[in-house]
C-alpha cells in the first residue's frame, strides 16, 4: 500500500510555484495577487481563509483579506465583486462559501469575472472544462487530479466510481476523469443518495473518489484489493482525547480499507492541502498565462 500524502506534494507544488514567481519577480514583473471574501466569522471559514493566506505567503503572492459581517447585503457584496473585476491589480479573487442564507450563491458566483474566478465555479469556467478548453477547474478536483498524475495512478482504461454529486467536487471530478487526458480516459459510474446497491458498484471500481461527507462510508468490504482510493470527506467528529473536542474524519474507513489498497490518501493531510495548493496554480495562471487573455 502507498500513502498518497497531500501534505508533502502541496510543499514541493508551492516551493516550485515560489521559484517560478521569484523568476517573474526578479524580471521586474509584479507578482501574482489573490483576493479572498470572507463573510461573517464560521470556523471552518476562517481556517480555510487563514491556510490560503499562508500559501499566498509561501509562494511569494500578494494576498488581500476583504471582509463583512453575516449581516451584509447581497447588493453590498455584488459591488465589491465588481470591484475586484474591474481592479488589474488583482489577478484572481474568491468568494468563500458557504454564504448566509439571505445571500443567493449562485448570483454572486456568476458575478465574478470567469478571467478571476480561480476557485472554478464560474459556470463558463465548467462549461469550458466539460469540453476541454482552458479555464480554471474546481480546485479540489484539480488537486486529486495533481495526486493520481504525480504519484503514477495509472487510470487510462480504468472503472473510477465518483461518490457525491456537487457542484465542487462530484460534478467536475466526473468530467476530468473521463476526459482525454493522463489522467483520465476513466469509465465513471457516479453514485449518490437515490443510486441503488453502491457497495456492489464499489467492489468493481479500480478507482474510488468519496465525497459523500458521511463518516466512514467505505469500508473493506466494498473495495476490491489493489484500488485507489481518494478520499475527500473532512467531518469534524467528537473525539474528546483532543484539546479541541473534535477530530477530521474521512468518508473511509481508512485503518480497515488501507489493506486492502494499492494507493489512499489519509485524512487529514491527503486531499485537503491540495485543494488550497490548486487555488495557487490557478492564480499563478491568473496572473501569467491567463486562458481568456
Known amino acids: 500500500?502507498?500513502?498518497?500524502?497531500?501534505?508533502?506534494?502541496?510543499?514541493?507544488?508551492?516551493?516550485?510555484?515560489?521559484?517560478?514567481?521569484?523568476?517573474?519577480?526578479?524580471?521586474?514583473?509584479?507578482?501574482?495577487?489573490?483576493?479572498?471574501?470572507?463573510?461573517?466569522?464560521?470556523?471552518?471559514?476562517?481556517?480555510?481563509?487563514?491556510?490560503?493566506?499562508?500559501?499566498?505567503?509561501?509562494?511569494?503572492?500578494?494576498?488581500?483579506?476583504?471582509?463583512?459581517?453575516?449581516?451584509?447585503?447581497?447588493?453590498?457584496?455584488?459591488?465589491?465583486?465588481?470591484?475586484?473585476?474591474?481592479?488589474?491589480?488583482?489577478?484572481g479573487f474568491i468568494v468563500q462559501l458557504p454564504l448566509p442564507r439571505h445571500i443567493n450563491e449562485q448570483n454572486i458566483i456568476r458575478a465574478i469575472d470567469p478571467a478571476k474566478d480561480v476557485d472554478g465555479f464560474h459556470p463558463i469556467n465548467v462549461g469550458r472544462m466539460s469540453i476541454g478548453l482552458p479555464g480554471f477547474v474546481s480546485a479540489t478536483p484539480a488537486g486529486i487530479m495533481q495526486l493520481l498524475k504525480r504519484y503514477g495512478v495509472e487510470t487510462k482504461g480504468k472503472h473510477a466510481v465518483v461518490l457525491g454529486r456537487s457542484n465542487i467536487v462530484g460534478k467536475p471530478m466526473v468530467t476530468l476523469l473521463m476526459q482525454k487526458s493522463n489522467p483520465g480516459n476513466c469509465t465513471v459510474t457516479v453514485c449518490h443518495s437515490a443510486t441503488p446497491n453502491i457497495k456492489d458498484i464499489c467492489r468493481n471500481a479500480d478507482i474510488i473518489v468519496a465525497a459523500l461527507g458521511q463518516p466512514g462510508f467505505v469500508t473493506e468490504d466494498m473495495v476490491k484489493p489493489g484500488a485507489t482510493i481518494i478520499d475527500v470527506g473532512t467531518t469534524r467528529v467528537a473525539d474528546a482525547t483532543r484539546k479541541s473536542g473534535w477530530r477530521l474524519r474521512g468518508d473511509v474507513d481508512f485503518e480497515n480499507v488501507a489493506k486492502k489498497c494499492e494507493f489512499i490518501t489519509p485524512v487529514p493531510g491527503g486531499v485537503g492541502p491540495m485543494t488550497i495548493c490548486s487555488l495557487m496554480i490557478n492564480t499563478l495562471h491568473a496572473r501569467k498565462d491567463n486562458p481568456y487573455k
Open 1 to 91: 500500500m502507498t500513502l498518497i500524502d497531500g501534505k508533502k506534494t502541496a510543499a514541493e507544488i508551492k516551493q516550485e510555484i515560489a521559484t517560478e514567481v521569484a523568476e517573474m519577480t526578479a524580471r521586474g514583473e509584479r507578482a501574482p495577487h489573490l483576493a479572498a471574501i470572507l463573510v461573517g466569522h464560521d470556523g471552518g471559514s476562517e481556517t480555510y481563509v487563514a491556510n490560503k493566506v499562508k500559501a499566498c505567503g509561501e509562494c511569494g503572492f500578494t494576498s488581500s483579506l476583504i471582509r463583512f459581517e453575516d449581516d451584509v447585503t447581497e447588493e453590498t457584496l455584488l459591488k465589491e465583486i465588481k470591484r475586484l473585476n474591474e481592479d488589474d491589480t488583482v489577478d
